[in-house]
């Protein structure tokens, strides 16, 4: 055991460089003699590829700012202050009466995208933290859990989300905290005093999952609002991770916006880290023909994918699966495609191959210009009518032109510009 005031030496000593990069990495054994068993066993071990994990930059960040926050938490657990926080949160408690004394802004979000990574990542980084220990402290005797994670009510209940931080500590030091709370039906209020002090003795970094729950509901700021006082009574870090819709919400208002500086992060670009990755997971093949990834197999990849790493992982999953279970043993742009056409059908709208982000505001008036478009092969359409005077279209230009000719105008414009169709 160690002192409370020397908690901060039982941390591993923080990595970096290509020494983070291979203790982040996660690369499943694979055996080539694999390709040639049975059919149920190369299934089973196809699912290897989700516990796949190629760090990136984001991986690396995310790393140090937990790390970072987490120390800073540990390093209040020992002081003056501590011990005077103790005693106001016990009058939180039974007399209702509030005082941050350890105050402090240790909150910070990591909003990303779906699906490009943030959740395995954070997950990488607190076991390499924390090397999954509890924190044993002597004089006085407590337990303190490094990190804890928790996900924000689907309705952003703030007693609920107080009740579960009380459930998952006792998960770890098998406690009575969340059973104790339960029986004496306790209030909102006094739940923040209580957690405030079990935060304060128990806890070093709290992880606040799926936090873009807030902005669709009426507790949502009520719930950072209490965060906020969790963070005062308890000098702890807290980390809200959620998607970039939350940074809308956050915006909103100063008080909101200064709890929640910290990363951000969107899907991935087309550029050396994907193409690793892509080489990574491409290797893991199950079937019984090995095929090697070519530069035209990685631009599918992202074209069909928009660069979202979890999107590639299970379309080269299920390409392979469709692969085995109908015969034809090979991964190549055939089964990839089937694999996108059939099991990824839901995700058709949000992916859009061979679609150029618009990067500028749309112009008024569109030049008359020959468009090339390819799909098995490309091909040249010739431009309708519309024109102006002055040799340029205009969209008022097109519909009277349309009406003219009785053509459907959506046809037209297509011929000057990317049109969207959309079922309703």
Not at 88 to 98: F, L, R, T, W
Not at 176 to 183: E, G, H, S, T, V
Not at 216 to 232: E, F, P, R
Not at 304 to 312: A, R
């Amino acid at each position: 055991m160690i002192e409370l005031s020397n908690i901060i030496s039982i941390l591993p000593t923080m990595k970096s460089g290509d020494d983070l990069f291979s203790a982040l990495e996660v690369l499943p054994e694979y055996d080539e003699a694999v390709r040639e068993a049975e059919v149920p066993v190369r299934l089973m071990e196809l699912s290897d590829l989700y516990r796949i994990y190629v760090p990136s930059q984001m991986s690396l960040e995310i790393y140090s700012k937990m790390y970072l926050a987490l120390l800073r938490s540990l390093q209040k657990k020992g002081t003056k202050l501590a011990v005077q926080q103790r005693n106001q949160n016990h009058k939180a408690v039974i007399q209702q009466e509030y005082s941050g004394i350890m105050g402090g802004s240790d909150s910070f979000t990591i909003i990303g995208a779906s699906g490009i990574g943030k959740s395995s990542a954070i997950s990488r980084a607190i076991a390499l933290i924390t090397e999954n220990r509890v924190i044993e402290v002597e004089n006085p005797y407590t337990k303190i859990i490094p990190c804890i994670c928790v996900q924000c009510p689907f309705d952003s209940s703030v007693k609920g989300l107080l009740l579960e931080i009380l459930r998952k500590v006792d998960e770890v030091i098998e406690g009575k905290y969340y059973q104790n709370a339960l029986r004496a039906r306790t209030t909102t209020d006094m739940l923040i005093g209580s957690v405030s002090q079990v935060a304060l003795n128990h806890i070093g970094l709290l992880v606040v999952d799926e936090i873009q729950n807030v902005c669709n509901s009426k507790n949502g700021k009520s719930l950072v609002g209490m965060l906020t006082q969790l963070i005062n009574n308890s000098g702890i870090s807290i980390c809200m991770v959620g998607t970039p819709e939350s940074a809308v919400f956050f915006e909103q208002a100063m008080q909101l916006a200064r709890r929640s500086l910290g990363l951000r992060y969107d899907v991935m670009e087309y550029g050396a880290t994907f193409r690793m990755f892509c080489e990574t997971v491409f290797s893991y093949q199950y079937v019984k023909q090995k095929t090697e990834i070519t530069d035209g197999i990685m631009e599918w990849l992202y074209e069909h994918t928009s660069g979202n790493i979890s999107v590639v992982v299970s379309l080269i999953y299920d390409a392979q699966e469709i692969a085995i279970l109908n015969g034809k043993e090979i991964l190549n742009l055939e089964t990839l495609n089937e694999a996108y056409q059939k099991r990824l059908s839901l995700l058709h709208g949000f992916i859009r191959p061979e679609q150029k982000k618009q990067t500028s505001k749309t112009k008024r008036k569109v030049s008359a210009v020959t468009v090339n478009h390819s799909a098995e092969g490309k091909y040249n359409r010739e431009l309708g009518s519309g024109k102006s005077s002055d040799g340029e279209f205009t969209i008022a230009d097109l519909v009277v032109s349309a009406k003219e000719e009785g053509r459907d105008i959506v046809h037209l414009l297509k011929v000057h510009m990317p049109v969207v169709e959309v079922a309703v």
